[in-house]
């Protein structure tokens, strides 16, 4: 399993997305498969995001794995053609 660096922007997006989508944390946990104190931890910067989570946040959300790590502020995955 690929471990990332627990990251401020990816937390806050991720805390934003919540809030916007009125989900709780024990729902977002619940989806991609993490128990809500793990998610917790990840949250406030004392666990690491996993490639695996972000993938699945990513979906959960339909928003782009860039856009959860701040390396953009587009939301939405660019479409192959």
């Not at 793990?38 to 990513?58: E, F, I, P, Q, V």
Request: hydrophobic share 35%; with cysteine; aromatic share 6%.
């Amino acid at each position: 399993m690929v471990l990332l660096q627990s990251s401020k922007d990816t937390s806050e997006r991720l805390w934003n997305l919540m809030r916007q989508c009125c989900v709780t944390q024990r729902d977002t946990a619940s989806a991609i498969g993490i128990s809500p104190q793990l998610l917790g931890n990840k949250l406030h910067g004392r666990a690491n995001y996993t490639l695996r989570d972000l993938s699945r946040l990513a979906d959960y959300f339909d928003v782009s794995i860039d856009y959860l790590t701040g390396r953009s502020d587009i939301k939405q995955p660019m479409e192959v053609k």
